[in-house]
C-alpha cells in the first residue's frame, strides 16, 4: 500500500526470485503426508519443546513454478517472466435456503479519498455491495484523519445510498495512515460497536467490533513489521499475544468471525515465490511471523475459513503488487482472512455455520487487495 511501501512485506514480490529454503505452518487438520512444514509455535500451556523445522520443497505451483528469474539469460528470463501462477478453481456455495444467515466482507481499499475519487473504483464498490449485500463490509487502510471524517462519511453514504450506517477507527498518532470503518446494513440487529479494543494505547485505529444476536464480527488491519522488520518484535510478542487475548475473552461470550488484512502469509501456498531467497526476511514472510500465526489460530481456538473449505488450493491470494504488474500473472500473497471460532465451521454446533468463502480478484483488477468475503448460514437451513 502507499504509505507502508517502503516497509510492506507485499514488496517482497517486487525483488528478484532466487531460489531457497523457506519454512511455513499449516493447521494441524489439513496436513498432508509428503508436505512439510514449520508447525506453529506451541502453546505454553502444552509444556512441549518447539520441534526442528523440517527442510521443505517447494510446492507452491507445482511444475508449474517459474523457474529462477535471477538466473535467467535472454529469451528464457522473458519465457520466466510472462509465466502466470496457476490458480486452482474455487467455486462458490449458494445458501441452502434464502439468504445466508451472515456475510461479511473485508477489502483493504488503500485509502479511501482515493476509491471516493475514482470513478472506477467507485462502480467496483457499488457492484460489490450489489452483488453480495454483505451484512457488514469492513475497509482497511482508509487512512482518513478526524478532520476529514465527516466529508468522507457523507460521500460514502451517498456511494451506499444510505442502506448502511458507518463505524470508525481512525488513527490519531499520524495523519493518513492505518484506520478501520465497518459499514453495516440497515436492519441487522447490533447489540455494541466498540472501537481500538486491541493495543488501544497507539491510536492506530486497527479494529472495530460489533457485536450481533449470534456472533461477534471484529474487523483488523494487523500492524506490518515494516522495514528492516523494526516491528516484528511489537506484531509477534505485543499485537499477537493482545489479539488473542482479546478474541478469547469475546469467545466467552459468543463465537468470533475474525476478517481483516493479516499482514501474513502463513502457508507455503499462499506465496507465489516462497522459494526466492528474500522471502524469509520480509515484512509478513519471515518465519517468526507465520509460525505466530499458527500459534494464534491453535491458541485462539480459530479455524482459517478458506482452507477449512478449500485445503488443497493454491495460486488464490488476496494481494498483488501494483508497481511490479504481478496481477495479470497472479504473482500474489494472501494476506487477507476470514478467521472462525471452531463451533462456526461446516460441521459445527454454534449459530451460524461456514457456507462459502472466497477471495474476490474481479474487484482488483490492477492489483493491490482484493475483497475477502465469507458467509455464513443458520443453523438447521
Not at 29 to 38: A, D, L, M, T
Not at 87 to 103: D, N, Q
Not at 210 to 236: F, H, M, W
Not at 296 to 309: G, Q, T, V, Y
Amino acid at each position: 500500500t502507499a504509505e507502508d511501501a517502503a516497509e510492506s512485506a507485499k514488496t517482497a514480490q517486487e525483488q528478484v526470485e532466487e531460489t531457497v529454503l523457506c519454512a511455513g505452518a499449516r493447521p494441524e487438520e489439513n496436513q498432508q503426508k509428503g508436505r512439510k512444514r514449520i508447525a506453529a509455535a506451541p502453546s505454553a500451556k502444552a509444556g512441549k519443546a518447539q520441534k526442528k523445522p523440517i527442510e521443505q520443497k517447494n510446492e507452491l505451483v507445482g511444475s508449474n513454478e517459474p523457474a529462477d528469474a535471477g538466473e535467467a539469460k535472454g529469451k528464457d528470463k522473458q519465457a520466466v517472466e510472462s509465466v502466470a501462477v496457476q490458480k486452482t478453481p474455487t467455486p462458490r456455495s449458494a445458501p441452502s435456503k434464502g439468504e445466508h444467515g451472515l456475510v461479511a466482507i473485508h477489502w483493504n481499499v488503500a485509502g479511501l479519498n482515493g476509491l471516493l475519487k475514482s470513478p472506477e473504483r467507485r462502480k467496483l464498490l457499488i457492484s460489490l455491495i450489489a452483488a453480495e449485500s454483505p451484512h457488514v463490509l469492513a475497509l482497511s487502510e482508509h487512512k482518513i484523519s478526524e478532520e476529514k471524517l465527516h466529508a468522507a462519511e457523507a460521500e460514502l453514504k451517498q456511494l451506499v445510498l444510505g442502506k448502511y450506517t458507518v463505524h470508525w477507527a481512525i488513527c490519531t498518532a499520524k495523519k493518513g495512515y492505518s484506520g478501520m470503518l465497518m459499514l453495516i446494513r440497515k436492519g441487522v440487529a447490533v447489540q455494541s460497536i466498540k472501537m481500538n479494543e486491541v493495543c488501544s494505547d497507539l491510536n492506530e485505529g486497527r479494529t472495530v467490533t460489533a457485536e450481533l444476536d449470534a456472533v461477534y464480527v471484529v474487523a483488523t488491519y494487523v500492524p506490518n513489521s515494516g522495514q528492516d522488520l523494526k516491528r516484528l518484535q511489537y506484531r509477534i510478542g505485543t499485537w499477537d499475544v493482545a489479539m488473542r487475548e482479546y478474541i478469547a475473552t469475546l469467545q466467552k461470550k459468543k463465537p468470533v468471525v475474525l476478517i481483516g488484512d493479516m499482514n501474513v502469509a502463513h502457508l507455503d501456498e499462499d506465496i507465489w515465490n516462497v522459494t526466492a531467497k528474500h522471502v524469509p526476511k520480509s515484512a509478513g514472510l519471515t518465519p517468526e511471523e507465520r509460525a505466530s500465526f499458527g500459534t494464534f489460530l491453535a491458541e485462539a481456538d480459530l479455524i482459517d475459513a478458506f482452507r477449512i473449505l478449500h485445503p488443497d488450493a493454491r495460486g488464490c491470494f488476496s494481494y498483488w503488487s501494483t508497481r511490479s504488474g504481478n496481477h495479470k500473472l497472479n504473482r500474489g500473497l494472501r494476506l487477507d482472512y476470514a478467521l472462525l471460532s471452531k463451533c462456526l465451521g461446516p460441521d459445527g454446533a454454534g449459530p451460524l455455520r461456514l457456507r462459502d468463502v472466497a477471495m474476490m480478484q474481479e474487484y482488483a483488477p490492477n492489483g493491490d487487495h482484493a475483497p475477502t468475503l465469507v458467509a455464513l448460514e443458520k443453523q438447521g437451513a
